[in-house]
C-alpha cells in the first residue's frame, strides 16, 4: 500500500483554497484502485486531502484526480444527486458519492466499487447488465387505444397518479440492486431497480399491460427473489420505498391484478 | 483502433433534444439512426430541470399561445426571433400533450388534467399578472422529461452508443455534413461515424463559470467543435444566471418555489422585489431577479453581509412543500442541513443556461453565416442551438420546452432529409484532426500544469468579470486572462497515459472546449456596448435599439475571430421598454 499523500486543496467550485485551509480538516480516503490492463489484483491506495465538513465525498475525490493522481476514474456528472453517475461503496455502503458530505463518513474513508458487476476500472463497473435487467420489464408505457378524440392528454386521478408517484423518482444507479444479497447470489436476478421500474407501469392507471409484465417478474428470477431483507430501501439515494413497492408487485402477481389497495403515505404527493 | 459505422442519421447527445429527435427519426420506415452519448442517457442535464415546462393549456384559467409568445419576446428583450418563438409556443401545445400519451407523469389537477403552476415572466393579457402556464411533475418535471423520452426510444429501438466522446464533426469535401468522430471512453478506440444526417444536441458549458447549477459534464463540446470547423457562434454573450442556486455550491433551486409563493428576502427582511418589479415582483424574468439580489448584495444588504439573501418559503406550509418541492426539501437537507418548512434557503445567483449556440434555422438546420445559408446535413436543438427563441434572456421553462419542440422538429427535418440526400463519401482521414488533438494531449510530458488549476482560474475570472454586470474593463481582462490560459493549456500534461476509460485525458480535452468557449462568449460580450437581458453593462447600462438589434455571429477563421451579425426577425411585438 502507497504512503498516505497531502493533497493541496482546490475548492470543488473553483479556488476558495485559503477558506479551506483555515476550516478544513485531513480526510484519509482509501480507494479501491485497479486497472485490469495493468493490475494483476486490485489494491487499496491511501490519500489525504483537505476537506470541509460540509464537502461532498465526490469533492474529495476530485481533488485527488485534479491535483493528485488523475488515473484514478469514476463516474460523475451533475454532483447533486440527479443523474445517479456516481453511485459507489463509501464505507460499506451503497452512496452516491456527491449525496453524502464529509462530516457524515469520518476521518478515514473506504471507497470502493458497487459489488456484483465487472470493475473496467477503478471505481467504474459495467453497467450494461443493469440495464439489460431494466429493459427485460417492459419500462415504457404501453396503450394501444386511441388517445382522446379531443387531441388533449388522458386524464388521471390525484388518486391514481399517487399510486406510482414514489417508483417515477428512480435515476438508475444502481444502488438498490448492488446492494442486494440475493443479487449478489444470482447475477441473473431481475433485481430491485428493474422491479421499482416495472411497478412505476404497473400502477399507472393509463397503462394496459401491467399482467404482462406482472408475468415477467413471476419467473424464478423476478420478485420471488426477493428475501425482504430492505437493503435496497436503505440505499436507495432517492428514498424511495422499494421493499414496499416490490411488495406491492408480489400481491398483485398473487391477486393476478394490479387492482390491489395501496397504501398512501402521510402526504400526498401530487399536485 | 478505428472503426467505421455507417448509419443515415446520427444525433449526438442523449438529453432531452437528443433523444426526442432520435424517437421521431425511429418512427420513419427504413431510416438508420443511431445516438451517440458521453453519459449514459439518463444520466444527462435535462434530468436536472425542476420546475415544470409551459404551454398554454389553460387547464385551470384562461391562456393563450399569444401571451405565452409576448412573454417569451419580452422575456428575450426583444432580441428573440419571433416567427421561431410563435412556432414554439404554438406547438407547445400538441407537444406537451404528446408527452403525456408518451407516458410523462405530469402531476394533476382535481379534475385529472396536466397540472400548472405559475413561472417568472409568464403573464395573461401581455404581461398584466402571472398566470399558471407551467405544466409540472412535482419539482422532478426534467427528471420526468428524460426517463419517459429514454423509455420511448426504448420502445421503439433506438440504437445508443453510450460513453462515447464526441470530438469532431466530419464535413465532406463538397462542404455538406456526413459523420462525426467519437472516442469510445471505455477502450479509447476511435470511431467514424459516417451518415448523411448529424443533430448535434450537446448541452450547455456552465462549466465556464465557477457558481454554476450545471454538471460536470457541461463543456459545450459540440458548440466548441462547431467553432473550430468554422461554424460561426450566434449570440454567446448572453448567458442566464439563475437567480436562486444554493449559496456556494450552485444548486438550482427551482423558481417553482416562486411559483408555488416563495419570496426572496434581504438581510433587513424586506421583500426587496417590490422595488425593482412592482407587478410581478419575485416572479419577474430570471435578469432581473438575478440583478437584483446582486445589487442587494453589493449595497450590503446580504444576509449577515455574505453574498447571499434568503428565499424563504417558510409561510407555504409543509404541505406544499413535500408535496410539490420534494427534490428542493431534501437538497436543502441534504447540503445545508436546513428544513425549507422552518427556515428560509441562503441562495446567490448561479451560472445556469446558455441562450447563445451554433445558429439554426427553425427547423434546426445549422447556418453558416449572417445570410442563413444552410450547411447541408447538419443539425442542432435544445441548449446547443441558438434559433434564436431566448434571445438575449431566457424564460423560465422555455429550456425544456425548447427541448421538445425542437427536438421534434429537428427528427422530422432530419428525417426528411435523409429520404432524399444520398450519403457523401467521406474525406480523407477524417479522424486525424481528432487524433491530433489527443496525441497533443497525451504528448505532453509529465510534470506539466494540471489542467484543473486552468480550469479553477477560468472560471474565477469568468465568475468576476463577465457575470451579472460587466463592464469594459473587466471583460477585456477576463478575455485576456483567458488567452493567456490558454497558451498555458499546451503545457497541460495528462497523467493518464492509458486507453482503458480514461477521463484524465477527456477532461484535459473537455477543458480546451470550455477555454475556446470562454473567450468567445468574452470577445462576444465585449464587444457590445450596451445592456440588453442578461447582458449588464455598467458602462453602457441602457438597452440600445438602434445600434444593437442584432444577432452576434463569431466566426473563427485562420485562428482569428470574426465578428459579423444578422437581423432580429420581428413580426408581431415592436420593441418597448421591459418593465415587471
Not at chain 2, 200 to 221: E, P
Not at chain 2, 424 to 429: D, E, G, Q, T, Y
Amino acid at each position: 500500500m502507497a504512503a498516505p499523500k497531502t493533497i493541496k486543496p482546490s475548492a470543488g467550485g473553483g479556488g476558495k483554497a485559503a477558506a479551506k485551509l483555515a476550516t478544513g480538516k485531513r480526510i484519509v480516503l482509501r480507494l479501491y484502485r485497479f486497472n485490469p490492463d495493468v493490475d494483476e489484483k486490485p489494491v487499496y491506495r491511501e490519500y489525504t486531502v483537505t476537506a470541509d465538513p460540509t464537502d461532498r465525498v465526490l469533492d474529495a475525490l476530485n481533488q485527488v484526480k485534479w491535483y493528485e493522481d488523475g488515473s484514478l476514474t469514476y463516474r460523475r456528472s451533475c454532483a447533486h444527486g440527479i443523474c445517479g453517475s456516481d453511485a459507489m461503496r463509501i464505507n460499506g455502503v451503497n452512496r452516491l458519492a456527491c449525496k453524502v458530505l464529509i462530516r457524515d463518513v469520518g476521518d478515514h474513508v473506504t471507497i470502493e466499487p458497487l459489488m456484483g458487476f465487472r470493475v473496467i476500472k477503478d471505481l467504474v463497473v459495467d453497467m450494461e447488465p443493469f440495464f439489460a435487467q431494466y429493459r427485460s420489464v417492459l419500462p415504457f408505457l404501453i396503450n394501444d387505444s386511441p388517445v382522446p378524440s379531443t387531441g388533449r392528454e388522458r386524464l388521471q386521478s390525484v388518486h391514481d397518479r399517487e399510486k406510482f408517484d414514489d417508483t417515477t423518482k428512480c435515476i438508475l444507479c444502481a444502488a438498490c440492486t448492488t446492494s442486494c444479497p440475493s443479487f449478489w447470489a444470482d447475477e441473473n436476478f431481475v433485481g430491485p431497480a428493474a422491479i421499482v421500474n416495472a411497478h412505476r407501469f404497473i400502477f399507472d392507471s393509463r397503462d394496459t399491460n401491467a399482467n404482462e409484465r406482472l408475468d415477467i417478474l413471476n419467473d424464478r428470477e423476478g420478485v420471488w427473489r426477493c428475501r425482504t431483507i430492505f437493503n435496497c430501501t436503505e440505499a436507495c439515494p432517492r428514498e424511495i420505498r422499494i421493499t414496499k413497492a416490490i411488495g406491492e408487485v408480489k400481491k398483485a402477481i398473487l391477486k393476478g391484478s394490479r387492482d390491489i389497495h395501496i397504501r398512501q403515505p402521510a402526504t400526498s404527493h401530487a399536485g | 483502433m478505428i472503426h467505421t459505422h455507417t448509419y443515415d442519421a446520427l444525433v449526438v447527445g442523449g438529453g432531452g433534444a437528443g433523444m426526442m429527435s432520435a424517437i421521431y427519426l425511429s418512427r420513419t420506415p427504413g431510416l438508420r439512426t443511431a445516438v451517440i452519448s458521453k453519459l449514459y442517457p439518463t444520466r444527462s442535464h435535462t434530468g436536472a430541470a425542476q420546475g415544470g415546462v409551459c404551454a398554454a393549456l389553460a387547464n385551470l384559467e384562461e391562456d393563450h399561445p399569444e401571451w405565452h409568445a409576448f412573454d417569451t419576446v419580452k422575456g428575450s428583450d426583444y432580441l428573440g426571433d419571433q416567427d421561431a418563438i410563435a412556432a414554439m409556443c404554438e406547438e407547445a401545445i400538441p407537444v406537451i400533450i404528446e408527452l403525456e400519451h408518451m407516458g410523462l407523469p405530469f402531476s394533476r389537477t382535481p379534475d385529472g388534467k396536466i397540472a400548472q403552476r405559475p413561472f417568472g415572466g409568464h403573464t395573461h393579457h401581455f404581461g398584466q399578472g402571472p398566470v399558471r402556464r407551467s405544466c409540472y411533475a412535482a419539482d422532478r418535471t426534467g427528471h420526468m422529461i428524460l426517463q419517459t423520452l429514454y423509455q420511448n426510444c426504448i420502445k421503439g429501438g433506438v440504437e445508443f452508443f453510450d460513453e462515447f466522446q464526441v470530438m469532431d464533426v466530419i464535413l465532406a469535401d463538397d462542404g455538406r455534413c456526413c459523420g462525426c468522430i467519437a472516442y469510445e471512453v471505455a477502450t479509447g478506440d476511435l470511431h467514424i461515424f459516417h451518415a448523411k444526417a448529424v443533430e448535434f444536441a450537446t448541452g450547455g458549458f456552465g462549466r465556464v463559470w465557477s457558481i454554476t447549477s450545471n454538471a460536470h459534464a457541461n463543456t459545450g463540446d459540440g458548440v466548441a467543435i462547431a467553432l473550430r470547423r468554422g461554424i460561426p457562434l450566434e449570440d454567446m454573450e448572453f448567458y442566464q444566471f439563475h437567480p436562486t442556486g444554493i449559496y456556494r455550491l450552485g444548486i438550482l433551486i427551482t423558481e417553482g418555489v416562486r411559483g408555488e409563493g416563495g419570496i426572496l428576502r434581504n438581510d433587513h427582511g424586506e421583500r426587496f422585489m417590490e422595488r425593482y418589479a412592482p407587478t410581478m415582483k419575485d416572479l419577474a424574468s430570471r435578469d432581473v431577479v438575478s440583478r437584483a439580489i446582486s445589487m442587494e448584495i453589493r449595497e450590503g444588504r446580504g444576509i449577515n453581509g455574505k453574498k447571499m439573501v434568503y428565499l424563504d418559503a417558510t409561510h407555504l406550509g409543509a404541505d406544499v412543500i413535500e408535496n410539490k418541492l420534494p427534490d428542493i426539501a431534501d437538497f436543502c437537507r441534504t447540503y445545508l442541513g436546513i428544513d425549507p418548512v422552518k427556515e428560509p434557503m441562503p441562495i446567490q445567483p448561479t451560472a445556469h443556461y446558455a441562450m447563445g449556440g451554433i445558429p439554426t434555422d427553425a427547423n434546426c438546420r445549422v447556418v453558416r453565416d449572417v445570410n442563413n445559408t444552410v450547411l447541408p446535413g447538419m443539425y442542432a436543438a435544445g441548449e446547443t442551438a441558438c434559433v434564436s427563441v431566448h434571445g438575449a434572456n431566457r424564460l423560465g421553462t422555455n429550456s425544456l420546452l425548447d427541448l421538445v419542440v425542437f427536438g421534434r422538429r429537428g427528427g422530422l427535418a432530419m428525417a426528411e432529409f435523409c429520404t432524399t440526400a444520398d450519403l457523401p463519401p467521406l474525406p480523407k482521414n477524417p479522424e486525424a484532426f481528432a487524433r491530433e488533438q489527443l496525441d497533443r494531449l497525451l504528448g505532453v510530458k509529465g510534470g506539466g500544469e494540471p489542467a484543473a488549476r486552468i480550469r479553477d482560474e477560468m472560471q474565477d475570472v469568468m465568475q468576476d468579470d463577465v457575470g451579472i454586470y460587466r463592464t469594459g474593463e473587466g471583460m477585456a481582462n477576463a478575455l485576456a486572462k483567458v488567452r493567456e490560459l490558454k497558451e498555458r493549456f499546451k503545457g497541460v500534461s495528462v497523467s493518464d497515459k492509458g486507453t482503458r476509460f480514461n477521463t484524465d485525458l477527456l477532461e484535459a480535452w473537455e477543458l480546451a472546449n470550455l477555454l475556446d468557449l470562454a473567450e468567445v462568449t468574452a470577445l462576444s460580450a465585449v464587444n457590445r456596448t450596451e445592456s440588453r437581458g442578461a447582458h449588464m453593462r455598467e458602462d453602457y447600462q441602457s438597452r440600445d435599439d438602434a445600434n444593437w438589434l442584432k444577432h452576434t455571429f463569431v466566426t473563427q477563421r485562420d485562428g482569428e475571430m470574426d465578428i459579423t451579425y444578422k437581423p432580429v426577425t420581428i413580426t408581431q411585438f415592436q420593441p418597448k421598454e421591459r418593465v415587471y
